[in-house]
């Protein structure tokens, strides 16, 4: 009986009516006036170091993986069971591979396929286990980019 008497008050009815409205227009006002350019991603400074993270399709069979780190992606392809490729979005200065198994191997030197920097080759020495890593820097605009992928792409896709 109590809620009766309370709803039949002009004022709470209004209060009612009116917070909800005026809830969601300051959360989009605050919104609004601190978006400013420190919660939005800046590009790459020079000689900064950024990791690469690596996106689901790395843990399953079928032959790729994307590395990402805000816009900047990086795809691996296999193309045999020791050779990789690798496509960027952007034009890559250098590219620096190795293999992360029982014992670390030296990195190597990833050579350029297109003339636009975009496409990689990466050879590996050994043919590697789904279990193995591969760790991965580039250079982009002065920025080194650094990050590791498993392998487990490497196996052909389960039917």
């Known amino acids: 009986m109590g809620g009766v008497i309370m709803l039949s008050n ?3 009815v209004v209060a009612l009516l ?3 409205i005026l809830a969601v227009s300051a959360w989009f006002g605050v919104g609004w006036l601190v978006a400013d350019s420190t919660l939005r991603p800046a590009p790459p400074v ?3 170091v950024y990791p690469l993270v690596e996106r689901s399709g790395c843990r399953y069979g079928g032959g790729v993986c994307t ?3 805000n816009e900047f992606e990086l795809t691996l392809r296999t193309t045999s069971a020791a050779r990789l490729v690798l496509y960027a979005n952007v034009p890559l200065e250098q590219v620096w591979a190795g293999l992360v198994s029982d014992g670390d191997s030296a990195p190597r030197v990833a050579h350029a396929l297109s003339d636009d920097l975009t496409a990689w080759r990466l050879d590996i020495l050994k ?3 789904p279990g193995d890593s591969l760790r ?3 250079v982009f605009r002065g920025s080194q980019f650094f990050g590791e ?3 487990t792409f490497m ?3 389960r039917p």
Request: aromatic residues 0%; proline residues 17%; glycine residues 4%.
């Open 10 to 12: 002009r004022h709470v």
């Open 18 to 20: 009116v917070a909800p």
């Open 46 to 48: 020079a000689g900064s």
């Open 67 to 69: 590395l990402a780190n």
């Open 127 to 129: 043919a590697p286990n």
């Open 136 to 138: 991965l820097v580039v």
């Open 149 to 151: 992928a498993t392998l």
């Open 155 to 157: 196996a052909p896709p």
